[in-house]
């Protein structure tokens, strides 16, 4: 098993920039893909990026495409989020996962996930 611990999340103005955390438990997180998803209030959970488990693989929605880095460090068992050029849209909880498939976006293929952590952008 691996668990997920989300964090980095917080406040900022728009046009500014956060890096989310997801930090995993266990030896075997060099072994799974990893994602980013998102759920604004009243809204499904969506996703927003994911990164292939050696890292040379990204994949990314297309509303945060060019503003959006997902990264890993597997020595330090962690993996990141870079956020740049925030706007009030991506108001929302982030939530990292883990998975055997590769790069994809669907949630359901997702086993395990952190907790979630908070981001609002203000206007």
């Known amino acids: 098993q691996v668990q997920l611990v989300n964090s980095g999340g917080g406040l900022v103005q728009a046009g500014g920039s956060l890096r989310l955390s997801c930090t995993a438990s266990?030896?075997?997180?060099?072994?799974?893909?990893m994602g980013w998803f998102r759920q604004a209030p009243g809204k499904e959970r969506e996703f927003v990026a994911a990164?292939?488990?050696?890292?040379?693989?990204?994949n990314y929605a297309n509303y945060v495409k060019g503003r959006f880095t997902i990264s890993r460090d597997n020595a330090k068992n962690t993996v990141y989020l870079q956020m740049n050029s925030l706007k009030p849209e991506d108001t929302a909880v982030y939530y990292c996962?883990?998975?055997?498939?590769?790069?994809?976006?669907?949630?359901?293929?997702?086993?395990?996930w952190g907790q979630g952590t908070q981001v609002t952008v203000s206007s």
């Open positions: 266990g030896r075997t997180f060099s072994r799974y893909n």
């Open positions: 996962a883990a998975s055997t498939s590769y790069l994809r976006d669907d949630q359901n293929l997702y086993a395990y």
């Open positions: 990164i292939s488990w050696s890292g040379d693989g990204t």
